[in-house]
């Protein structure tokens, strides 16, 4: 009853609305004297977050993970390598975590419909009542989303749920689904703020923008795509950070709020993230001075980020490293059986891990702009092919403005220019969980994966249903089970 336990569960935080993604819930109470006033609606939309932060969001075997495992560019470690052995499907201790994960995603629906349910009734504020319908439609939206792609066809619950009685609901189709997601992330975008006053951790107009971008390149619906993008890049709220050597790319990672921080979620010197101890040795305190390090996720050399990656690319030098800097002040290398690992998610270069993890960055509504008019234009025009020299020339640490001798040429067909927006989408979101969905979208998951000599079979592109949930969901039986579980 694990699953059916996590959607029925009725948990609401008590915290500020600017802190709900840097703590945990700190105190619970009972759904049957809750929606009274204005405090009960701000406390529900942010336990709704929290699930955005502290649970699928998280690394700590999590969705993070998962997307990290299947990117192609990492292998696991220890309980998670297995995640990363793709000709065949995924063990049972992995089905189990996929299993929570999707607990935790239903229960992060489960309270975003109490407050699209409940919160309606209440006499409050009338704009801070309409901004928190529209926060509860984006994080449905999102959630779905992450549904969606990872276990196709799933069940559609649009109420909330508070007892046994209500929890069937059969498999919908993958187009009912993406319907009611680009219907929530549509009445988001219409009302809420251009800037929320709560900060990066909270949902905006554009965050529900690139939301909306991201599902309709998804759907290959490249005119919306298109038009999103270019919205947000002409929106004047944001900015691309300047660089001239690798360690500027921490402006964009930090905590604080950046140029290019559309939203992310936040943490701070007393909730500090896990991400690190998946990426570092023990005995590296540069880069992991909390000492748990278990380096779980170790780069794939012969993949996309080996020797084809440019060494003049700063993101090369920011995103992975082969040696630190010792207490002594000695430059030590990495050992034989790891000599390289990733370096992108620390706050500073001495290793604080008080970083925001992006959700939406600027960057990325260039490279949608570019694929997206270039496939619904026929081949890319001068505008695409300038949107995605601009993010090349950046990483390499030109004027992002101006022609640089690391351009793109003219003259491109429709796919090699495809391949080109790809490639810089790899290097650009290493490790920002969107390389997976990438290769899914595209087509491009057998093709890459055989590059790297690795077998992948066609059952690991969905994931399993969990058990709990075929067995107490009575619309489901054994035989909507996913193929391969």
């Not at 500090?272 to 990426?279: D, K, M």
């Not at 570092?280 to 990656?309: E, K």
């Not at 790899?426 to 969905?437: A, V």
Request: glycine residues 8%; contains cysteine; hydrophobic residues 40%.
């Amino acid at each position: 009853m694990r699953n059916l336990i996590f959607l029925l569960l009725p948990i609401f935080v008590f915290t500020s609305c600017k802190d709900f993604l840097m703590e945990d819930p700190k105190s619970f109470i009972s759904a049957a004297n809750f929606y009274e006033n204005e405090s009960d609606a701000k406390a529900a939309i942010a336990g709704a977050y929290a699930s955005l932060g502290n649970e699928y969001y998280g690394p700590s075997l999590g969705m993070y993970a998962f997307m990290v495992l299947h990117s192609g560019a990492a292998d696991g470690r220890g309980s998670q390598a297995p995640i990363s052995i793709y000709d065949q499907v995924l063990n049972q201790v992995n089905i189990g975590r996929m299993g929570d994960l999707w607990g935790r995603m239903y229960t992060a629906i489960n309270r975003a419909n109490a407050v699209l349910d409940n919160v309606p009734d209440i006499e409050m504020n009338e704009a801070l009542k309409t901004r928190i319908l529209a926060e509860a439609h984006f994080l449905r939206a999102n959630t779905y989303f992450e549904l969606v792609r990872g276990w196709g066809p799933v069940p559609l619950r649009l109420t909330e749920t508070k007892g046994v009685d209500e929890v069937g609901a059969p498999r919908a189709s993958e187009d009912e689904v993406y319907a009611q997601i680009i219907s929530d992330a549509q009445a988001a975008e219409k009302d809420l703020p251009d800037v929320s006053p709560e900060g990066p951790g909270r949902a905006s107009r554009w965050a529900a923008k690139m939301l909306l971008a991201q599902v309709y390149l998804t759907r290959e619906q490249w005119g919306e795509a298109r038009g999103l993008a270019e919205e947000v890049i002409n929106s004047g709220q944001f900015s691309l950070v300047l660089v001239s050597e690798p360690n500027d790319f921490y402006q964009i990672f930090r905590s604080e709020t950046n140029s290019e921080d559309i939203m992310s979620v936040q943490h701070s010197s007393n909730s500090q993230s896990e991400i690190c101890n998946f990426l570092h040795r023990t005995n590296i305190p540069v880069y992991n001075p909390q000492g748990s390090g278990f380096f779980a996720w170790l780069p794939i050399q012969n993949s996309y980020i080996g020797d084809s990656w440019d060494d003049n690319d700063l993101r090369k030098e920011f995103n992975l490293y082969t040696e630190y800097v010792d207490e002594n002040g000695e430059v030590v290398p990495l050992p034989e059986a790891t000599p390289i690992l990733f370096k992108k998610f620390i706050d500073t270069p001495d290793g604080m891990q008080t970083f925001g993890v992006p959700i939406f960055r600027y960057t990325e509504a260039f490279l949608i702009y570019a694929e997206a008019a270039s496939q619904a234009e026929g081949g890319p025009s001068a505008l695409a092919l300038e949107r995605l020299n601009t993010i090349k020339r950046r990483g390499y640490g030109y004027d992002p403005f101006s022609p640089s001798p690391v351009d793109y040429s003219a003259g491109m067909s429709q796919a090699e220019f495809r391949d080109a927006v790809l490639k810089e989408r790899d290097y650009e979101f290493l490790l920002e969980r969107r390389r997976w969905w990438d290769l899914k979208r595209t087509g491009k998951v057998m093709e890459y994966f055989e590059s790297i000599g690795r077998t992948f079979i066609s059952e690991r592109l969905l994931w399993p249903l969990p058990e709990n949930e075929i067995n107490t969901n009575p619309a489901l039986g054994p035989e909507d089970q996913n193929p391969g579980y």
